[in-house]
């Protein structure tokens, strides 16, 4: 994923293959605009443009990454560090209003 964005790789790749890639991105926003709207509706949520809604768990996923491809992240079993990453995104998605 961080690889794919870095400005290098983009002008090396395909225009065709570099489009799939901002279509699956595309497609994935698509597939969970309306589960965010409906949280936001539900008042589980909080009420925000989704791009700011969003924001805070694409960071944690992009340094999840990079954790992955960079050190071990504290001896966690893959599926430790994928229930962990979870919660965490949804922790800050729920509560990221509350001024701490």
Do not use: S
């Amino acid at each position: 994923v961080l690889y794919c964005r870095r400005d290098d790789f983009r002008r090396c790749v395909k225009p065709q293959t570099y489009q799939r890639f901002l279509d699956w991105d595309r497609d994935f926003y698509e597939l969970m605009r309306p589960v965010l709207e409906r949280g936001i509706a539900q008042g589980l949520l909080p009420h925000k443009p989704l791009p700011a809604l969003t924001f805070g768990a694409a960071a944690a996923c992009n340094g999840a990454i990079l954790m992955a491809w960079t050190e071990c992240p504290m001896d966690l079993e893959p599926e430790q560090v994928l229930e962990e990453l979870i919660q965490f995104v949804l922790a800050g998605l729920v509560y990221q209003d509350r001024r701490f």
